[in-house]
């Protein structure tokens, strides 16, 4: 689901002026209510605190992220689980992922009828049987415990939805009581190592 908007003021100013201590820095509301912003800078401002107290007062934990970059699985060559890749999210109790990308390139989602678990591509699943080394019994508690079962491959006439800049998505998770499928999404790559501004929770 998505709240489609197109915001006003300057995110990237927000950005510019984060203390960026990692390729992961979250910003926190005093952090952003002490910045010395322009005019547009203080109406992205506005934009960021609303949004938090809109998710806050739903239940969520909002958590804004400057991302220079994600850590990369290296684990697995053949088969990397970062969100790179595509992948669901899971969770044991009823929930949902809440995404908004104000700066910076944002995330892609498939049709879940346009993905494939990649466990269930055979040439993928006699790989990762290899690796295993175990009796086969335990093959599909390997699966899980290793992410594997949550990442997806797009199938070959799959067109990836962007989720654009301002809008507020609400993306399905696994969880025992879900009636829906959960949402196949991926993180994108960043482009000139600009960084993203995203809140999530």
């Not at 934990?61 to 595509?86: G, M, Q």
């Not at 989720?163 to 998505?169: A, K, N, Q, T, V």
């Amino acid at each position: 689901m998505c709240w489609s908007r197109q915001l006003i003021g300057d995110f990237a100013e927000i950005v510019s002026k984060a203390e960026l201590t990692e390729n992961i820095t979250v910003m926190d509301e005093e952090e952003l209510r002490e910045m010395h912003l322009s005019e547009q800078g203080q109406l992205a401002r506005e934009v960021l605190l609303n949004d938090m107290k809109l998710l806050t007062a739903q239940g969520a934990a909002p958590v804004l992220n400057v991302i220079k970059y994600y850590e990369r699985d290296d684990s697995f060559p053949l088969f990397p689980t970062d969100v790179y890749s595509y992948h669901v999210d899971r969770s044991p109790v009823p929930t949902d992922t809440f995404l908004c990308t104000y700066y910076g390139e944002s995330s892609d989602i498939l049709p879940n009828s346009k993905a494939i678990q990649k466990i269930l591509v055979p040439e993928i699943r006699l790989e990762l049987m290899k690796l295993f080394d175990g009796p086969d019994e335990d093959f599909e508690a390997f699966l899980v415990e290793n992410f594997f079962d949550l990442h997806y491959q797009a199938l070959p006439n799959a067109r990836p939805i962007n989720l654009g800049l301002g809008h507020l998505w609400r993306l399905a998770v696994d969880h025992p009581e879900s009636k829906v499928l959960p949402c196949v999404h991926r993180a994108p790559i960043e482009k000139n190592g600009e960084p993203r501004l995203l809140l999530i929770c």
